[in-house]
């Protein structure tokens, strides 16, 4: 160890700059790096720590200096030479996050053979991983760590967990495969959270889901492979990806089960196009078969399905942690008379029976939320019905007068006629649909089940 | 590269007085103590010889010592001894080694009612603070002789005097004093039990003893027969005792040997703290142990030190090890008044039988430069 603390100080005017430590051992370990295209010319590390802090930061300088920055990202944290791996992951920790920091400057080669994977840290992606390293390409990983709030009850939870992070990194590196983590928590709140908090202070209920995927996380993406020189990026999702006429749609996955095009309904078709997904044609079951027999620990892993940054935890508290007030009101009937109170009108949605705290003759579910007067109205099932759905922001392919609408992402595609209006789309439904949600997004498929339209409900 | 140790308060070699002493017994006069044939015989008369030895080096009868597998034991049932009585009160030190420490701690989580005393930032607790705190009817009270980590000396024959006074036993873990002070057990007033170790001063490993008139009242905690009183059944380790007691006897003759310790010791510290800037000596202004060292390096991990020293063929000591499962440092450096930053940058040297000052300025070059090192690297952090 003596002779590598030679490597101990800082790089002047560094390209990536990366900081770990812990609070229960204060060891605390500092990488500064410089680039010369893809190679890291100079590296150097600060550290206080204990021996392994100390021996793992000073072996992993001596490992990366001189070698490209795809080699430095695909070294285990298992094959360092130190006697306690808990320590020597500070140190892994810290060189993690000066790469991560060095991806805003470089611009590898492009490279054709070259493919990102969307990393979650779940079974999906590792799949999507080991599929697209079968079929020959050169995989990274890439994870985007997008959340923490350590107040949610079950942090660990949401899917950028640092656990997760960790767990995608380990699944890299036990194929030999770099993997680069992107602090996004930032924009991410700005173009995702920030958004679906003002859409239920305004009584609608927002999908920040498919707000993402179009309007952030795969955009980053996308981004961040075009510099690690891969113009694709290929994610866990249980959709396909057609072509028609040169452009990019995305279908549904042959696991109708778990079909996940409606996640991916509004990205754009540019962006579509370096999507790969190479889950499309899985079935679940034969996905964590795969992975138990590739002996993933992620095999064994519940389904996230929530949002991811409500962290296993309940709506109602996390709008109050994001500052929504909560403001106890009326509920109230249709005509109406006063059926009970609420403690707070944003977290209930349409359709929603349980948990209304009202007794009544027949079973009543909430028909809409009037946010200006903070009142939850309900009303029997048949008066939720409905046949007419105004999309704004929406988009459908031309010429489209008939298509199947998913207004949820659980619920069934409904036969529907298309007309266009004022900026907007016009739904006419075949059949009546009960409890539909303003802000919720509306994925069209034409009868192959390719998205070819979208929207956002209107109130 | 010629190899140093400088870790004499983790354990020693087995000196040649030791060895002699022991290898009779190991292989000619085997036999089992008890056992009344000449076998037996022979095994009996060398622990009696033993026994007798341990005795006169530490100023207590021979019926006032019992052997037994090393002084965590001892100090286990020292404490232990004293509980039959329900629970109670229990007074001690906060320098106690973990063997009576986590014993006092786990006591505490069974509603027995632990005080540790406060210290000075030098180590030493007031005499003063046990006669504040010791009161009649306690069950017992602990002062270790002097501490491992910082060789800090306490005032025993005032603490001795004190519960004494009260009648309240007190039981002394006089490990570390044992190899390089003089240590009389005997001249304590009161029912006093006091534990040694023999691999600390030359002896073998695996062989401690308690004594002291304290004996007569402690209850047996672990059966098995009339060994050792009754209070430490099993076959007895005639060869381990004889071992011992020769080292033990050896160390408590060899006053003279002390000055020799105190002069590398002094020197060592005074070169370091010449060369490096925020450096302190523990118990620098009270009475220590002549071979030990403790000094606070600030911004240094003392952990990390202690394996560059190793890579240098140093070999020292550290008491702040991490990794473990509480990542805590010692509750001694603690009890010290340092913070837990300055606790993890401490670094013990005990000097001893292997050390001669020839040694040292590549000890304090190596102590220094690593130091400089690790200085700079946290800087850069």
């Known amino acids: ?459 | 590269m010629e190899r140093i140790y400088c870790d004499h308060a983790a354990t020693t070699p087995l000196s040649d007085v030791a060895w002699a002493a022991m290898e009779p017994f190991l292989r000619e006069q085997f036999g089992n103590a008890s056992e009344p044939h000449w076998a037996g015989r022979e095994a009996r008369a060398g622990l009696d010889r033993a026994r007798a030895v341990a005795a006169d080096a530490l100023g207590v009868a021979p019926a006032e010592v019992i052997f037994t597998g090393g002084a965590s034991e001892a100090d286990n049932l020292a404490v232990l001894g004293r509980l039959t009585a329900g629970p109670g009160r229990i007074v001690a030190s906060p320098f106690e080694h973990p063997a009576v420490w986590l014993q006092l701690e786990s006591l505490a989580e069974r509603g027995y009612e632990v005080v540790f005393l406060q210290s000075g930032p030098d180590g030493r607790v007031p005499a003063a603070e046990f006669d504040r705190h010791v009161r009649s009817g306690d069950l017992l009270c602990c002062c270790i002789w002097a501490n491992n980590i910082t060789g800090v000396i306490q005032p025993v024959s005032e603490v001795a005097a004190i519960c004494a006074e009260r009648g309240v036993p007190l039981h002394l873990d006089a490990v570390q004093a044992c190899a390089c002070v003089p240590v009389d057990v005997g001249i304590l007033p009161g029912a006093v039990t006091a534990a040694a170790a023999a691999h600390k001063l030359g002896g073998p490993k695996g062989v401690g003893l308690l004594c002291g008139r304290g004996l007569d009242s402690l209850d047996a905690v672990i059966h098995g027969g009339p060994h050792e009183r009754g209070l430490r059944p099993g076959t007895e380790n005639v060869a381990g005792a004889s071992g011992f007691a020769a080292a033990l006897a050896h160390a408590q003759a060899g006053e003279a040997r002390a000055p020799r310790r105190r002069g590398i010791r002094d020197a060592y510290e005074a070169a370091v703290a010449g060369s490096l800037e925020r450096v302190r000596v523990v118990g620098a202004g009270v009475e220590r142990l002549p071979g030990h060292s403790l000094l606070v390096i600030d911004d240094v991990r003392g952990a990390t030190l202690v394996s560059l020293l190793d890579e240098q063929g140093i070999a020292a000591a550290a008491n702040s090890a991490c990794a473990s499962a509480s990542a805590k440092p010692s509750h001694v450096l603690l009890a010290l008044g340092l913070s837990e930053a300055e606790a993890r940058s401490a670094l013990r040297l005990s000097f001893g039988e292997l050390n001669d000052e020839s040694q040292l300025p590549r000890i304090v070059s190596a102590v220094v430069d690593a130091a400089t090192a690790l200085r700079a690297a946290a800087a850069a952090a």
């Open chain 1, 1 to 459: 160890m003596r002779a590598e603390l030679e490597r101990a100080g800082r790089v002047a005017d560094p390209d990536g700059e990366g900081l770990a430590g812990s609070d229960r051992c204060g060891d605390r370990v500092r990488f500064t790096l410089r680039l010369r295209g893809g190679t890291i010319e100079q590296i150097r590390f600060g550290v206080q720590g204990c021996p392994s802090a100390t021996g793992a930061a000073a072996e992993l300088a001596r490992r990366v200096e001189g070698g490209s920055l795809l080699a430095a990202a695909a070294i285990p944290l298992d094959a360092l030479d130190v006697p306690s791996r808990e320590c020597g992951a500070i140190a892994h920790d810290a060189l993690h996050a000066a790469l991560a920091d060095a991806l805003g400057r470089v611009q590898l080669v492009p490279d054709e053979r070259r493919r990102i994977v969307a990393m979650s840290g779940g079974v999906d992606s590792a799949i999507a991983l080991h599929r697209e390293r079968a079929a020959g390409h050169e995989v990274v990983g890439l994870t985007l760590r997008l959340w923490i709030d350590e107040h949610a009850p079950d942090a660990e939870r949401a899917c950028c967990s640092p656990t997760a992070v960790v767990r995608a990194r380990e699944t890299c590196h036990a194929l030999g495969v770099p993997h680069f983590s992107i602090d996004a928590q930032d924009a991410f709140r700005e173009a995702v959270v920030e958004p679906f908090v003002r859409g239920y202070a305004s009584g609608e209920t927002p999908n920040p889901c498919t707000t993402c995927n179009a309007g952030f996380r795969l955009d980053l993406l996308v981004e961040s492979a075009a510099r690690l020189g891969s113009a694709t990026v290929a994610t866990g999702h249980y959709a396909r990806i057609v072509r028609r006429g040169g452009r990019a749609f995305v279908a549904r996955g042959a696991d109708r089960a778990k079909d996940q095009s409606y996640m991916l309904a509004r990205v754009d078709a540019d962006l579509l196009g370096h999507l790969a997904l190479p889950l499309g044609d899985a079935r679940k079951p034969d996905v964590r078969a795969e992975a138990s027999a590739a002996g993933l620990a992620q095999a064994a892993l519940p389904e996230s399905q929530d949002i991811c940054f409500l962290g296993g935890g309940a709506l109602a508290p996390f709008l109050e942690r994001a500052g929504v007030s909560r403001a106890p009101g009326a509920i109230e009937a249709e005509d109406g008379r006063v059926l009970g109170e609420h403690a707070g009108a944003l977290s209930f949605t349409p359709g929603q029976r349980r948990g209304l705290g009202v007794a009544a003759a027949e079973p009543l579910f909430v028909q809409r939320i009037d946010a200006a007067r903070n009142v939850v109205v309900l009303a029997p099932r048949e008066r939720l019905a409905r046949l007419r759905v105004e999309l704004r922001e929406a988009r459908v392919a031309d010429g489209c007068d008939r298509a199947y609408v998913k207004l949820r992402g659980r619920s069934p595609a409904v036969a529907t006629a298309v007309s266009r209006a004022d900026g907007g789309i016009v739904l006419d439904l075949d059949e009546p649909v009960y409890g539909i949600a303003p802000g919720q997004t509306a994925a069209l498929y034409d009868e192959e089940g390719v998205v070819i339209g979208s929207g956002v409900i209107a109130g």
